[in-house]
């Protein structure tokens, strides 16, 4: 079975500050990773995907994140929020071979301030 | 290309009522996913179409149930609706059911459902 944990619920942070939000997964089979972003009464949209390759991968709105498979995790990170990030950021990872299924971590809410 | 259309966007029902939920994927892709998210839960697989043929299932009781239609449409089912039930139900479409290359997942805007 895959886990993901992100290790914070909360982040708040003041706007044009960098940001990093940790992600770390379980499992014992190859996996894909995911970033997605979720706005207030709106679905989740993707920001960004770790296949495999480079271990820093570009996303959109300015993300990027870092694969780590030693610590098996990937953090996302931001060099200057705005105010308009404010979201909820979910991980998922999905099982290679194993059909379109996310396994979700619990979120966490970014909160960009003035 | 429109995406991921779900419908109705809010929902009331009542204990024990039953209750279908539509989603319209996006044009061209076949593989439709729903999920329930709820504050206590968090975001949580309930079951995947794929060619009319249910390829994946969530660790949910009998009462959710779902289906797909040949244009590749999909409904999910609650009979019996518990207060638990109400959360955000999310679909969403991919191209294939074995995305080569992690082809990602599309969400819709999702249906709130509220059971009193």
């Known amino acids: 079975a895959q886990s993901v944990t992100q290790l914070d619920s909360q982040v708040p942070v003041f706007e044009e500050a960098p940001v990093e939000l940790r992600c770390n997964y379980s499992?014992?089979?190859?996996?894909?990773l995911f970033w997605y972003v979720q706005y207030p009464n709106q679905g989740l949209q993707l920001l960004l995907k770790y296949l495999s390759g480079s271990t820093l991968v570009k996303g959109i709105n300015g993300f990027e994140a870092e694969f780590n498979k030693s610590q098996t995790s990937i953090h996302l990170r931001k060099p200057s929020v705005h105010i308009s990030d404010t979201a909820e950021y979910f991980c998922?990872?999905?099982?290679?071979?194993?059909?379109?299924?996310?396994?979700f971590g619990t979120g966490t809410q970014l909160k960009v301030e003035l | 290309k429109a995406g991921v259309t779900q419908t109705p966007r809010y929902l009331i029902k009542t204990r024990g009522q039953q209750v279908t939920l539509s989603c319209s994927p996006i044009s061209g892709h076949r593989s439709v996913s729903w999920y329930q998210q709820t504050p206590g839960q968090g975001l949580q697989f309930l079951f995947e179409y794929f060619s009319e043929t249910q390829r994946n299932k969530g660790n949910f009781p009998g009462r959710f149930s779902g289906r797909q239609f040949s244009n590749s449409r999909s409904e999910m089912n609650v009979s019996t609706l518990e207060l638990g039930d109400s959360a955000l139900y999310l679909c969403a479409s991919s191209l294939a059911y074995e995305s080569q290359g992690g082809s990602p997942l599309h969400f819709g805007n999702g249906t709130r459902l509220t059971v009193t």
């Open positions: 998922a990872v999905r099982v290679t071979g194993g059909g379109n299924k996310l396994t």
């Open positions: 499992s014992s089979v190859s996996v894909y």
